[in-house]
């Protein structure tokens, strides 16, 4: 019997592998058999992926690729095939953060989270299904409690991860016929390197006190782990779950259902 969740002989992109949520992606899918391939702004955390993943046996290997330029991510992605043959997996993770409500997200703010988290998940879409459209394949699309519920002051963000899930949406019912499928992960809270960096910007004062206060915030009690996010991201992208396409799941500690 092959192994369950296996992703051998699967090759797969993950945007913004290099660090929180896609770093533990991309060693989880090379440590499932994948080939990964990483696309990271930051050169020198992709740099230090691609080690940390060779030295525990995995293939992988990183490009240096701002997913809201769509002209290098169409080279990047074209680049990638013709070197592997084909893509089987896209997780679409990368994205950036923003705290501000309607009046004090400035007009920059605005453009800079949308340039990256909805420009730049289309841009890897549209590359992706392109090159997935002959040979059918997987996608995951990393969106956010906040696609779906409230919090405060994540104007911007919920906006670009309320279109994420939209796209997933859409890709999924379009590209049927193509055997391609597309579903969303729903994370809460996940506990990164971001999350301290927040706090330690924003509460020097109270770094214990503020991140019990976060970790509470989800009904089970704490913060994700990444690694709890990249399960979710193999399952998605294994044979086991070739009866799924068009869905979100939550990855957020009974933050939608059980608040």
Do not use: W
Not at 38 to 60: C, F, K, M, S
Not at 90 to 96: D, K, P
Not at 172 to 193: E, Q
């Amino acid at each position: 019997m092959s192994a369950v969740f296996s992703l051998k002989g699967k090759n797969a992109i993950v945007t913004g592998g290099g660090s929180g949520i896609g770093l533990a992606i991309s060693k989880m899918f090379a440590k499932q058999g994948a080939c990964v391939d990483i696309l990271e702004v930051n050169a020198e955390a992709g740099t230090a992926a691609v080690q940390a993943i060779t030295d525990a046996g995995g293939v992988v290997a990183v490009h240096e690729c701002d997913v809201a330029n769509q002209a290098e991510v169409k080279a990047t992605f074209d680049a990638i095939v013709a070197g592997r043959g084909r893509l089987d997996c896209l997780i679409n993770n990368a994205g950036i953060a923003h705290v501000g409500n309607v009046l004090t997200t400035t007009e920059e703010d605005f453009d800079r989270v949308l340039s990256v988290n909805v420009k730049g998940v289309y841009n890897c879409l549209q590359a992706g299904v392109g090159h997935m459209q002959s040979t059918g394949g997987a996608i995951v699309n990393i969106a956010s409690t906040v696609s779906v519920m409230a919090i405060d002051d994540r104007f911007a963000y919920s906006a670009s991860k309320g279109a994420v899930l939209a796209m997933t949406y859409a890709v999924a019912r379009d590209f049927l016929k193509a055997k391609i499928r597309c579903n969303a992960i729903l994370p809460a809270r996940i506990h990164t390197p971001f999350v301290d960096g927040f706090i330690a910007k924003n509460y020097p004062d109270n770094v214990d006190e503020m991140f019990k206060k976060l970790s509470e915030a989800q009904p089970i009690g704490r913060m994700g782990q990444p690694e709890e996010v990249a399960a979710m991201a193999v399952f998605l992208c294994s044979d086991e779950a070739s009866f799924i396409t068009g869905c979100p799941y939550p990855v957020d500690g009974g933050t939608l259902n059980i608040r």
